[in-house]
């Protein structure tokens, strides 16, 4: 082969080397329907199948996790005939390994679905992780390792987030904050949603810790069927710190006894029945 032509082709080879080295796969994340999330969350829980999921019909409004799961939600609006006493949001799984922290959130829209009167105007958020959840095996962090629950951007966290986890938790991966708060698409759309909604209680479900911690103004819940009030104080980033602290939106934070094991069903309706009368009592009260 001629001199210029070796040249040329060597070149060219190289310049495809480069290329391909350069190039990663590209991975386009698949964004997922609501029926493929149900039928996902469907084969992952013990006491939630999909047609208990797909049944509430739940909506997405562009919120996505880093996997590409649709972040659902269903609201409970105003009646025409009664004017709301406030609003409220629940959600669940923010911890991907608290099955029964989102399996119980379908059992109480099951009776919101049968029992809603217009008494408040609610936003149910059953699953804030989906992929914690449902990866093959379930983790309390989002798909970047990072603890939502730590990612909120409260007051603190610029000088206390990272430090408390490196000090405090000698790096526990299961604690860790983010590299900055807000970092992740799931809580910056749960953020979003407080800002839109403008909620009078944000209710977020946990386990296994069996107990009711409170944060914000107003008085908290004693008890929620048989779960008692125990004051934990707050971490940097975490929900009750940034919306109960700075926002001043009163969190009840209910964690369940167990996170593998549901509450029987008795017991699933005396927590609702607690909530909803606490909830009645103190939100007038917030509203002024
Ligand atoms: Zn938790």
Redesign the pocket.
């Known amino acids: 082969m001629p001199i210029p032509y070796l040249r040329f082709t060597l070149t060219l080879l190289l310049g495809l080397l480069s290329l391909l080295s350069v190039a990663e796969p590209h991975q386009d994340i698949k964004r997922r329907t609501i029926t493929e999330l149900c039928y996902e969350i469907g084969n992952k829980l013990g006491s939630v199948n999909e047609e208990d999921c797909l049944k509430q019909d739940l909506v997405q409004n562009g919120g996505y996790s880093k996997q590409g799961r649709p972040l659902g939600y269903k609201i409970y609006p105003p009646l025409s005939t009664r004017k709301p006493l406030g609003k409220v949001l629940l959600m669940g799984g923010?911890?991907g390994d608290?099955y029964s922290?989102i399996s119980i959130m379908f059992k109480w829209m099951d009776k919101l679905n049968k029992h809603h009167s217009g008494l408040f105007h609610w936003t149910v958020i059953p699953c804030l992780n989906p992929d914690g959840l449902l990866q093959r095996k379930a983790q309390r962090q989002n798909a970047n390792g990072v603890d939502l629950?730590r990612n909120f951007p409260s007051k603190d966290w610029d000088d206390l987030a990272l430090k408390y986890w490196k000090e405090r938790t000698y790096k526990n991966p299961r604690r860790f904050p983010g590299d900055r708060p807000l970092s992740e698409s799931e809580t910056i759309w749960f953020d979003k949603t407080i800002k839109e909604f403008q909620p009078d209680v944000i209710i977020a479900v946990?386990?296994p810790h069996r107990l009711v911690d409170f944060d914000g103004p107003l008085r908290a819940p004693k008890r929620l069927g048989n779960l008692q009030l125990r004051l934990l104080g707050t971490y940097p980033g975490s929900l009750g710190n940034y919306a109960g602290g700075d926002l001043g939106i009163p969190v009840v934070t209910v964690e369940l006894a167990s996170a593998g094991i549901m509450p029987s069903a008795g017991e699933i309706s005396r927590m609702w029945v607690d909530i909803v009368r606490w909830l009645r009592t103190e939100i007038p009260k917030a509203r002024g």
């Open positions: 923010i911890h608290e922290a629950n946990h386990a």
